[in-house]
C-alpha cells in the first residue's frame, strides 16, 4: 500500500484537529495553495506585491471572513460578485482582492467540496455549486450545517485508491491526517463515524460491511449505488489528484482508465 498511501499526504492540507470553524478556515489559509490551476477554481496571477504589504495573519482573516460570506451565498444559493466581495468583506483591503479570493476558493473547494464557478466574466459574477455534482449538501436548513462534500469526495477517493473497498481502518488512519477522528466530534463536520457509517451509508453513498472470514471482525468501506449514480471513479480521483497538486501523469493506470470511461460514455 505504500504506493497508494502517497497521495494521502498531499491531501491533509484543508483541514486541522480542532478549534471553531474560524479556525479550521485559518489553519487551510496557512497552506501553500495546493492546486490552484484547479479547473473548478477561479486562479488569480501571482500574488507577492500583494502578500508582502499586509501580514499574513491579517489575509488569514481576511480570507476566513470571505469564506463565512461564501457559505452564506451557499446555503441561500444565491450568486456573488466581485463588487459584493469587495464593500461587503474586504473594504479597505480591496487591493488583496486576487489572493484572498483565490484562497478563499481553494478552502471552499477543498474543506467544504463547494466550487466557485465564474458565470460572467464582464461582470465578475459566481455561482457556488456542490463539486462534481454531488448532492449529499442539497438540503443545509439549519442555517449551522456545513457543507461536507469535501470530506464525501475524500473518502470515496481513498476507497478508490484502495481497489474499491478500503479496510476501515485504512481510511480512519488516512482521515486522521486531516483532524478527522472516530467517536471526536469535529467543528464542521460533526461526529465522523456517524457520518461514514450511518448519514452516508443510508443516503447511499457508502457501504459499510464486515469483512467475511476475520476473526476478530473487521470493516470496510465501498461505494453506494449513489456514489456511482452522481460520480465516477475518474472524476473523483482526477479531482483529488489534481486539488492536491499531483500530476495525473504519475499514475498511468488511472490516465488510462480515464480514457477507457471517456471512449465508453462517447
Known sequence: ??????PEADLQAPVQAQGPVEAQVFGAAGEEAASPSSSSSPVAPS????????????LTVLMADLVAFLLLKYRTKEPICKA????MVLGDHRDHFPLVFSQACECMQLVFGVDVKEVDPRECTYVLVPTLGLTCDAVLSDGQSMPKAGLLVMVLGLIALYGDRAPEEEIWEALSVMGVYAGREHCIYGEPRELLTKVWVQEG????????????????????????????KWQVLEYLLRASGWDLRSFPSLSAEGVSNQEEGA
Open 1 to 6: 500500500m505504500s504506493e497508494l498511501r502517497q
Open 47 to 58: 500574488f507577492s506585491a500583494y502578500a508582502e504589504s499586509l501580514p499574513q495573519e491579517a
Open 84 to 87: 459584493e466581495m469587495l464593500n
Open 205 to 232: 453513498y457508502l457501504e459499510y460491511r464486515q469483512v467475511p472470514h476475520c476473526d476478530p471482525a473487521r470493516y470496510e468501506f465501498l461505494w453506494g449505488p449513489r456514489a456511482y449514480a452522481e460520480a465516477s
